[in-house]
């Protein structure tokens, strides 16, 4: 009997016995090729040697040592790379342990900046309807992931949502060639509606991951939330946690606007999965704030700036630098979409293919021209999942929300490293699986 409390008791997990490259091998020999980096996060690939040798390397020499007592070498050296490639301004890191904490601290830092700056009426934080910001409770009461909410509703403190930027199903129900933004606009109307001067910041996805299967902003989005942000004296946070680190053809997907945020949250990719760990950028007039009033920022984790967990961020980023993978995210990206529209853009059940670099989504529906979704019961998404997990691929299926109910996409995001011919491969059995759930809802 196993011990452990499994995250879904009906489900049989095969046992992982190792890792290569792309690929993930179980107990019983079989390969699956890792199209998803498990969450969105193996970004190099498995078992790479310079990753686990500069782990090594850290644990031979200290493995801990409390962030209220010292610095460590790789903390510092990560925070230094980190600076080195953010949008500009972004020049100081905040380390945790993982997504959620990393968003946590970003909305206790933009209230903490706000007291200091002598405006402690502002506290609240809006963000989108269709987002994930983590699932602890400050993360999950900013986020617009409504079955993920469902039961912890009356713990998470009320504050309105701002419409997403869903273009596939514009709920202002306009086209690319009538969009005027009203999706971002949409931000100006809720902080007048809560009042700026209770505002403390806006929080959003750049690409919209796990609720939307990479749902990409119509041209001008981002500055047009800045332009309202700056208007209004709310700090802006870009949860980058999935889109960080090279996944979407940039370090990271702000720059693709060249929009900066006040603070930014990163995770999964920062230590790609080698170990734990999670940040939170800080923009320096935030940071010089504190350091010149002297305030300490007060939170705090036990784990934060762990030697380990900075050591594997250092050699992951030395690693994507001296491959150039963030170039190859956004040149295999392109190949992906383009061989994942050549093969599966017409099957009547997908809506969507939607994405940028190595970071794609497929929506999934019932009806094609109408564009009507499956009954949430169907859970189309975990079908074409569950068939392509026993054809040898991981693929990330993902349940959003379309109107109000919960939405189908899969998010295929593959290690940087793969290669053309492993991207036919994935498309191939994607392929597969598409029609073995296409004939279980026919
Ligand atoms: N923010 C975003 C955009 C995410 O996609 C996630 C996780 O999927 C999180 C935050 C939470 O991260 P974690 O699961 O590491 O707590």
Request: net charge negative; aromatic share 0%; hydrophobic share 20%.
């Given at each position: 009997m196993s011990h452990v409390f499994y995250r879904n008791p009906y489900k049989k997990y095969p046992v992982v016995a190792r890792g290569k490259g792309v690929y993930l091998y179980d107990r019983q020999g079989k390969r699956y090729l890792d199209g998803c980096g498990g969450a969105v996060v193996s970004a190099i690939g498995h078992h790479v040697p310079e990753v686990v040798e500069a782990i090594k390397a850290q644990l031979d020499s200290v493995e801990f040592a409390h962030t209220s007592q010292f610095t460590n070498d790789p903390q510092e050296e990560l925070a230094e790379l980190l600076a080195e490639r953010a949008?500009?301004?972004?020049?100081f890191t905040y380390f945790v342990s993982g997504g959620s904490e990393a968003v946590e601290s970003a909305l206790k830092m933009a209230r903490a900046y706000w007291v200091q700056m002598g405006r402690p009426e502002k506290w609240m934080v809006i963000g989108r309807e269709q987002s994930y910001h983590g699932n602890t409770l400050g993360a999950l009461a900013v986020g617009g992931n409504l079955w993920r909410r469902a039961i912890y509703e009356p713990m998470l403190y009320p504050r309105p949502r701002v419409a997403p930027c869903y273009c596939y199903r514009c709920p202002f129900g306009r086209h690319p060639e009538s969009c005027s933004l009203e999706c971002a606009d949409d931000l100006e109307r809720a902080i007048q509606e809560v009042g700026p001067e209770k505002v403390s910041a806006f929080i959003a996805e750049p690409i919209v991951g796990a609720t939307a299967g990479a749902l990409t902003p119509p041209a001008g989005y981002f500055q047009r939330i800045r332009e309202i942000c700056d208007r209004h004296d709310v700090l802006f946070i870009a949860d980058e946690v999935m889109t960080g680190l090279g996944r979407t053809g940039a370090w990271f997907a702000m720059k693709h606007w060249g929009v900066v945020p006040d603070l930014m949250c990163l995770a999964k990719g920062l230590a790609a999965g080698y170990v734990p760990v999670g940040a939170t950028m800080v923009h320096h007039r935030i940071n010089d704030t504190f350091h010149n009033r002297r305030n300490v920022f007060q939170h705090g984790h036990t784990y934060m700036g762990h030697p380990l967990a900075a050591a594997a961020g250092v050699a992951v980023i030395r690693y994507m630098s001296e491959h150039k993978l963030v170039d190859r995210s956004r040149k295999l990206g392109k190949y992906l979409r383009e061989q994942l529209q050549a093969a599966c853009?017409?099957?009547?059940?997908?809506g969507e293919i939607r994405g940028r670099g190595l970071f794609v989504g497929m929506e999934f529906v019932k009806d094609r021209e109408s564009r009507t979704p499956f009954e949430p019961e169907t859970g189309f998404h975990n079908l074409v999942g569950d068939a392509a997990f026993e054809l040898g691929l991981i693929l990330y299926p993902t349940g959003g929300t379309i109107d109000g109910r919960r939405g189908d996409h899969v998010l295929i995001a593959p290690p940087f490293i793969i290669t053309r011919s492993q991207i036919d491969r994935l498309v191939e059995i994607l392929g597969r699986a598409l029609e073995r759930a296409t004939k279980q809802v026919a």
């Open positions: 949008p500009g301004g972004l020049d853009g017409d099957h009547p059940h997908v």
